[in-house]
């Protein structure tokens, strides 16, 4: 049961890249995904939170218009797009994933560190000015 992150790299502002977080050992339909970073010196925050069927989703507002969680169920995988990408945004991305309760909001969930159980190795991301 792991969770592996990727796609993190190098980009320029104003750039892409577009990370993935592949799921092994479980189905993935039944958890929430959440997309967190942690920039040096600071604490990892949550920035996107999507809910297991995909039709709820929650940005913090740094990240609002930028970027765009999917999933996709029937891979085991899920997906952040992040466009026009800032200095700011350089730090390492997780994804993590937990059980999705009743009436589950993303939002409620997202800085809440501690409900996501099963965690990635993290992928870096660096962005140039």
């Known amino acids: 049961v792991q969770l592996q992150a990727s796609g993190g790299g190098l980009a320029q502002s104003g750039g892409s890249l577009r990370l993935s977080c592949a799921a092994s050992?479980?189905?993935?339909?039944?958890?929430?995904i959440g997309w967190f970073r942690q920039a040096p010196g600071k604490e990892r925050e949550g920035i996107s939170c999507?809910?297991?069927?995909?039709?709820?989703?929650s940005y913090v507002d740094s990240v609002k218009g930028r970027f765009t969680s999917t999933r996709d169920n029937a891979k085991n995988t899920a997906h952040l797009q992040m466009n026009n990408l800032k200095p700011d945004d350089t730090a390492t991305y997780y994804c993590?994933?937990?059980?999705?309760?009743?009436?589950?909001?993303?939002?409620?969930?997202?800085?809440?560190?501690?409900?996501?159980?099963?965690w990635g190795q993290g992928t870096l991301v660096t962005v140039s000015s």
């Open positions: 993590a994933v937990a059980p999705e309760p009743e009436g589950f909001h993303p939002s409620m969930y997202c800085q809440q560190l501690g409900f996501f159980g099963l």
């Open positions: 050992g479980f189905n993935v339909r039944f958890y929430a």
């Open positions: 999507i809910s297991g069927s995909g039709s709820n989703v």
